[in-house]
């Protein structure tokens, strides 16, 4: 059975900062691995998705990577700034039709 | 584009009634999942739909029962409602895609079901 697991589940850094958020996976057999952003009481925005072949995808300030094999994924955050405080998420795609989610990371930036 | 919408987006109901969420999927996606979001956690798969067929289930009980349209929208009825239903119901589309699994999938903005 897949689980997936976030680390820290919460982070508070001052402004300009650098970060990391963790995301671990328990079966490798994955389609595809996808980071949310997710502001309170609202939905999730899509960030990053990774296919099972990729090693990593890149937008803007943010970077993530892919460890299959031990079943790691990790988002970095660069010069974070007050606007990227929000629960962050990631998900692994099983199969054609089910998406694990992890418990979320909740990010605070300090002005 | 609209993107996914839901309706309605917030919702107050009382133990064992029923209650209809409704999502229009984003233009273009003919699958539909719902998602259970309790407070905290992140979302629970509950099911998926597909050329108006449940294509996949997670682990919820038969309480829990949806249906698609032939546009593609979807509708999530929850019957007995329980104290612990309460949570963002979202609902996300995608495209089916022959040999693509890996499609993004789209969130709508949830609907707040609280149970009293």
């Known amino acids: 059975k897949q689980e997936v697991t976030q680390i820290p589940a919460a982070l508070s850094v001052p402004e300009g900062e650098n970060l990391v958020l963790n995301c671990s996976f328990t079966?490798?057999?994955?389609?595809?691995l996808q980071w949310f952003r997710q502001d309170p009481g609202k939905g999730l925005t899509s960030l990053l998705l990774?296919?099972?072949?990729?090693r990593e995808q890149t937008s803007g300030r943010l970077n993530a990577s892919l460890d299959k094999s031990s079943g790691r994924s990790t988002l970095y955050i660069a010069a974070s700034q007050p606007g990227d405080s929000a629960t962050y998420l990631c998900?692994?795609?099983?199969?054609?039709?089910?998406?694990?989610f992890g418990p979320g990371t909740s990010l605070s930036v300090i002005p | 584009d609209a993107g996914v919408t839901q309706s309605p987006t917030h919702l107050i109901k009382t133990r064992g009634q029923q209650v209809t969420l409704r999502c229009s999927p984003k233009?273009?996606?003919?699958?539909v999942s719902w998602y259970q979001q309790a407070l905290g956690q992140g979302p629970q798969f509950i099911f998926q739909y597909y050329e108006e067929e449940e294509r996949q289930r997670g682990n919820f009980p038969d309480r829990f029962s949806g249906h698609q349209f032939p546009n593609y929208s979807s509708e999530l009825n929850v019957n007995a409602l329980l104290l612990g239903d309460s949570a963002l119901y979202l609902c996300a589309s995608s495209l089916a895609t022959s040999g693509g699994p890996g499609e993004t999938q789209y969130f709508g903005p949830g609907t707040r079901l609280l149970v009293l």
């Open positions: 998900a692994v795609k099983t199969s054609y039709d089910k998406v694990i």
């Open positions: 233009s273009g996606h003919d699958t």
């Open positions: 990774i296919q099972s072949s990729q």
């Open positions: 079966d490798s057999a994955i389609y595809n």
